[in-house]
T-cell receptor
Framework: QVQLVQSGAEVKEPGASIKVSCKTSGFTFSAHYLHWVRQAPGQGLEWMGWINPFNGGTRYAQKFHGRVTMTSDTSTTTVYMDLTSLTSDDTALYFC?????FGAGWFYWGQGTLVTVSS | DILLTQSPGTLSLSPGEGATLSCRASQSVSSNYLAWFQQKVGQAPRLLIYGASSRATGTPDRFSGSGSGTDFTLTISRLEPEDFAMYYCQQYGSSPYTFGQGTKLEIK
């Protein structure tokens, strides 16, 4: 069965960086784009970008340009999201999600990783 | 960017009643790639509807999606206790992919 398992919660100081992992299984890794979405406490969902594990291609939301890097490792079928220069505004629950083919939406999601930015 | 505006912000209803949630896009959604998600506190979003009107696997048939272009609706025919949650629409037809601000469906 399809699974997306994310790394555990982290606490970071302002100015630090974070790297969140999303270990996938149960499907052909190179066949599906993977997205990152975040949700600040009590707020809505915000798309951050996607990565194409087939060729490592990426596309980021303009808001995160220069601060976010998404990578993939085909040997471990894991995708990563790096976010630098953290501020308190980056405190959020971060999710990875798998895009289905043929426009069938994003059915599979990771469990979320809570990132807290605090001094 | 496509702005999605959901209404109402909060909907107070009783189990057994019907619910209608609206999502309006600032421009036409490409290929009607409009999805509806249900989210409960502390959980990942759950895909209910994709392509504006197709039920995702496991979505009960009391949930239905309709609409095209810029106006979309999620209808829940008879509310069950487990349906009270946050609901988000999302357009995934053109980047940047965007979400509405959400509708909170609460028990009256």
């Amino acid at each position: 069965q399809v699974q997306l398992v994310q790394s555990g919660a982290e606490v970071k100081e302002p100015g630090a960086s974070i790297k969140v992992s999303c270990k996938t299984s149960g499907f052909t890794f190179s066949a599906h784009y993977l997205h990152w979405v975040r949700q600040a406490p009590g707020q809505g969902l915000e798309w951050m970008g996607w990565i194409n594990p087939f060729n490592g291609g990426t596309r980021y939301a303009q808001k995160f340009h220069g601060r976010v890097t998404m990578t993939s490792d085909t040997s471990t079928t894991t995708v990563y999201m790096d976010l630098t220069s953290l501020t308190s505004d980056d405190t959020a629950l971060y999710f990875c999600a798998r895009e289905s083919n043929f426009g069938a939406g994003w059915f599979y999601w990771g469990q979320g990783t809570l990132v807290t930015v605090s001094s | 960017d496509i702005l999605l505006t959901q209404s109402p912000g909060t909907l107070s209803l009783s189990p057994g009643e019907g619910a209608t949630l609206s999502c309006r896009a600032s421009q036409s959604v490409s290929s009607n790639y409009l999805a509806w998600f249900q989210q409960k506190v502390g959980q990942a979003p759950r895909l209910l509807i994709y392509g504006a009107s197709s039920r995702a696997t496991g979505t009960p048939d009391r949930f239905s999606g309709s609409g095209s272009g810029t106006d979309f609706t999620l209808t829940i025919s008879r509310l069950e206790p487990e349906d009270f949650a946050m609901y988000y629409c999302q357009q995934y037809g053109s980047s940047p992919y965007t979400f509405g601000q959400g509708t909170k469906l609460e028990i009256k």
